[in-house]
């Protein structure tokens, strides 16, 4: 199935190259749920091969090889680039310059590039401008509210916002609270593009004001008494009805999503037709709002609410420029946490999510240095076009140039999260980007952001020795991938990179914990096989 226009894969090569063709709140809870799914969609087409550098012909370590055997996945599917980060050459590798889905280990491009170019200090800043006088408690205009793409404006960050208006005297708005999300283009695309699955918060598409991911979580607590499950929802939304409780029923505690039978087809009215499993117990059931062109207001009207104000117009989408005369400063700012922390909510637990905030931000901010690097300091104070994914595509692709030169001329970019089927990037350019960062003021950065194997994030249950690896993990179904750093006996660190693209891909994950466990031993102390 071909991809909508945005999602389009650009390749990072030079003109005249061959084409190559061609993935979980600030909480744990929030910033997991969006992390990379197992899809249900076709499988990818087969990895695309580019002529190899001149490099020895090494035999895959016997550990790697059998739990490979034991997935019946062939050594041709696996692409495997293993080098000390103080070394020039590798101590191994295999099909290294084979393009392969990464899923979301691609992640790592899109935060190195953030770090690089921004710093690991640099905030979002989300403008709010009050377009009248506040006398008596009372704001004789509007209220607008401009998105800059900060990806951290989870619940609790966009009550303190409001919070904030509060403080600032404002009870009551004798105007609307309008909403701009003009610094992004509207996507092209739907939440169900990718696997058919648009309540999966995973899917959800960036928007210059992303408010809460555009997410909802249900709670359901057994009351045995009373032979029901009390129903909460966080967050509130305005004008949402939601069935207060759900009859419980016996037995085992299996597709209890599917057992509620759950109705949200209509976005104002929630619903449940079936009934919920009591040996269940407590379960939060986080989920896509079905309608996210209204999530946004919906929310701000009902938190609005929530601290206390009124408002006598109504909480609305629109462009600040009518209300808001072109560098005009802003009542206040509204800052984002650093974007260290950001880069480590992103990596530790594969947000898709605010990995596509990044990547737009990557595209907008070098937007505003090439006007003030031109000095159009009127254009680089305005607000700006929206930018799309072409824009960040290029942006990424020039980094990609700068930082590795022709090593990322055959990378295959389609977004910046790594869910897509057309990314392709190879071992030898990954461990390349991976060389370039150990060696860059960024490292500590992005080191401590990746998952710890055994420890946290995506690799909490990791096969390998528990604390001695810092990697990134991509799944998709056909995918499996790990890239990062390894500790091994003799206190060398190593640059790993290990890529699955197979049909049985999930299962061949245990021959990604071997390809760990056998670094650790320090492959480079061994003469190659």
Not at 79 to 95: H, I, K, M, R, Y
């Amino acid at each position: 199935m071909p991809l909508p226009s945005d999602l389009r894969s650009l390749r990072v090569r030079q003109p005249g190259a061959r084409a190559l063709l061609a993935c979980a709140a600030l909480s744990a809870l929030a910033v997991a749920t969006l992390a990379m799914p197992c899809d249900a969609v076709a499988a990818p087409p087969a990895p695309s091969a580019k002529p190899a550098h001149d490099s020895p012909a090494w035999t895959l370590p016997p550990s790697i090889a059998d739990a490979l055997a034991h997935a019946h996945v062939p050594t041709s599917a696996m692409a495997l680039w293993v080098q000390p980060v103080d070394a020039s050459t590798p101590s191994w590798g295999l099909n290294a310059d084979v393009g392969m889905n990464p899923a979301s280990v691609f992640k790592l491009t899109t935060t190195s590039a953030a770090l690089d170019t921004l710093g690991p200090a640099w905030s979002w800043k989300t403008p709010v401008w009050f377009t009248g006088p506040v006398r008596q408690g009372v704001l004789k205009g509007s209220l607008v509210i401009r998105g800059s793409g900060d990806p951290s404006l989870v619940l609790e960050r966009v009550w303190l916002l409001l919070r904030q208006v509060r403080d600032a005297g404002v009870r009551r708005i004798d105007g609307d609270i309008v909403l701009d999300h003009g610094a992004f283009a509207p996507s092209t695309r739907s939440p169900a593009d990718f696997d058919n699955a648009p309540s999966e918060p995973y899917n959800v598409l960036p928007d210059a004001l992303m408010l809460n991911f555009k997410a909802a979580t249900l709670s359901f607590l057994p009351d045995t008494d009373a032979h029901v499950a009390r129903v909460a929802v966080e967050p509130p939304l305005a004008g949402v009805a939601v069935d207060a409780s759900v009859p419980l029923s016996r037995g085992p505690c299996n597709d209890w999503h599917g057992a509620l039978k759950f109705a949200d087809a209509d976005p104002a009215r929630w619903h449940f037709a079936g009934a919920y499993p009591s040996s269940c117990g407590a379960r939060n059931w986080p989920f896509a709002y079905a309608d996210p062109a209204s999530y946004d207001t919906r929310l701000v009207d009902a938190l609005w609410r929530a601290v206390g104000g009124t408002l006598s117009g109504r909480v609305r989408d629109g462009a600040s420029a009518p209300l808001v005369a072109a560098g005009t400063q802003a009542t206040f700012e509204f800052a984002s946490p650093p974007l260290a922390q950001v880069v480590r909510d992103i990596n530790k637990f594969s947000n898709n999510t605010m990995a596509e905030q990044v990547f737009l931000t990557l595209a907008m901010q070098s937007r505003v240095a090439g006007a003030a690097s031109a000095s159009k300091v009127a254009e680089a104070a305005a607000p700006l076009a929206g930018v799309t994914p072409d824009d960040a595509r290029a942006a990424l692709s020039q980094w990609l140039h700068s930082r590795l030169g022709a090593a990322a001329d055959d990378v295959v970019i389609a977004n910046g999260s790594g869910l897509s089927r057309d990314t392709r990037i190879s071992a030898r350019t990954l461990a390349a980007l991976l060389q370039w960062v150990w060696r860059s003021p960024a490292m500590p950065e992005l080191m401590s952001s990746l998952p710890v194997n055994g420890i946290d994030g995506t690799l909490r249950h990791g096969g390998a020795t528990p604390g001695r690896a810092h990697l990134k993990t991509g799944s998709m179904r056909d995918v499996v991938a790990i890239a990062g750093y390894v500790l091994s006996d003799s206190g060398r660190r190593y640059v790993l990179v290990a890529i699955v693209n197979d049909s049985n891909a999930a299962a061949a994950r245990p021959a990604l914990d071997a390809a760990v466990d056998w670094v650790e031993r320090d492959p480079a102390t061994a003469p190659p096989n």
